[in-house]
């Protein structure tokens, strides 16, 4: 197949593996904690998301000129040590004290979130260096995408099936041990190969005005401009629907899944999500793109809306109790097709079209965009859950979603000369 290709090279299969291991433990993580903070906080929960992307945030635009510094692997092998010494500390507290730590937790969040923002760049930078045929670049974004694709395939599964004799805990040691595995990985591809060392373009920036350069390149490429602003949109009102409003949803209702818990029923949501993700992944990684990827990426704009929508109506309408698992599964499933049309053409058109050097910024100034998009949605969402029934804020984020898809395809599909740079 065409999309395993870059597999080929023991470097990028060495990555690819450490990366698909950090995802699993990444996604553990995240489904166990969203589900122990739905259960204490209710609707509030959505602040602890809210502040993991502040952290994100202040992270990509203060700090960001700092880590371009570094050479990519060590600054991604940098960011995945402080992670696991941070998670370790906060499991070594909650077993001394017998509970959660509050402190420990909220700490994590932080630190797990910065690191993301010092990682992801890093690696957007790593992957042209490590696939140097430019067209392999589709495959190798699309494998690289899938490690998180696969990851919320298995991952809300092995909660179900892990939360019956499991210490919730350890689901944070589980992520520990992920990075540590990462940053091994990564201290071996220097040793099988010799990277360059990359430079931004241009005028070295810093601070905010270094973040400005990011803004300014995706800017002079109207699509990837177009995209950018809408994307913090999508994001947050895509994660409002998924880590916020369905956990809600199965907790009120009493939904139970594998293992008779609220918790399995929510796994095995997100475990559809994750399969039918992951079957759309494969299948545009494992062709070439088109030359005007403008409809592919609007169509899975308005596809991830759709599916959330019919998550919607499974909360509104009066669905008999024993079809309301299978309706979010439905829904969950039909969602998660539109995720890789929109972000393998994204990813490729940033490596391809831009100057290599500004890829980090680009992906930076992105990460700023979505963070402030979801950090908006998840301060905002808590009180509209409160005011407003579930169904009805659920059908808000689906119907955000198809306005944004709707409205690429007036401003793009019909010209595909307006998605390129002038």
Do not use: K
Request: glycine fraction near 12%.
């Amino acid at each position: 197949m065409r999309l395993l290709s870059p597999l080929r090279d023991g470097a990028v299969a060495l990555l690819w593996g450490a990366l698909s291991l950090s995802a699993l433990g990444d996604q553990l993580y995240t489904v166990a904690l969203t589900w122990i903070a739905v259960q204490v906080f209710g609707a509030a929960a959505g602040y602890l998301n809210a502040l993991g992307a502040a952290c994100v945030l202040l992270t990509a635009l203060l700090a960001g000129h700092w880590a371009d510094g570094w050479e990519q692997r060590r600054a991604m092998i940098g960011a995945d040590l402080v992670r696991a010494a941070v998670l370790a500390v906060v499991v070594a507290a909650w077993a001394a004290i017998g509970h959660p730590p509050a402190t420990g937790l909220i700490i994590a969040v932080a630190v797990l979130a910065g690191g993301q923002a010092v990682f992801r760049p890093a690696l957007q930078r790593l992957l042209p260096a490590l696939t140097p045929d430019r067209e392999m670049l589709p495959a190798a974004n699309a494998l690289f995408d899938a490690t998180d694709r696969i990851a919320r395939l298995l991952g809300p599964g092995l909660v179900g099936l892990l939360a019956a004799f499991l210490p919730a805990m350890h689901f944070l040691s589980l992520d520990a041990a992920s990075f540590v595995l990462s940053a091994a990985a990564l201290l071996a591809i220097g040793r099988l190969r010799a990277l360059p060392a990359l430079r931004r373009a241009g005028v070295d920036g810093r601070g905010l005005r270094g973040i400005g350069r990011g803004f300014a390149v995706l800017h002079r490429h109207r699509l990837l401009g177009f995209c950018l602003w809408t994307g913090g949109v999508v994001i947050g009102t895509w994660f409002a629907a998924f880590f916020l409003a369905l956990p809600l949803l199965i907790a009120r209702h009493g939904i139970e899944g594998p293992g008779g818990s609220g918790l399995g029923a929510y796994g095995l949501v997100l475990s559809a999500y994750g399969c039918t993700n992951l079957l759309s992944n494969l299948a545009i990684g494992g062709r070439q793109l088109p030359a005007h990827p403008a409809p592919l990426i609007f169509t899975g704009t308005v596809v991830l809306g759709t599916g959330t929508l019919v998550v919607a109506l499974a909360a509104a309408l009066p669905v008999p109790p024993g079809w309301l698992l299978p309706a979010l599964v439905l829904g969950a499933g039909v969602s998660a097709i539109g995720g890789p049309m929109e972000d393998i053409p994204l990813a490729v058109l940033r490596q391809t079209e831009l100057p290599l050097g500004d890829v980090p910024a680009a992906m930076r100034a992105v990460l700023v965009v979505n963070n402030a998009g979801l950090l908006v949605a998840m301060a905002v969402a808590p009180p509209l859950l409160q005011m407003l029934p579930l169904g009805v804020v659920v059908a808000g984020c689906a119907l955000a979603m198809i306005a944004v898809g709707v409205a690429g395809f007036i401003r793009f599909a019909g010209s595909a000369a307006q998605t390129a740079a002038p």
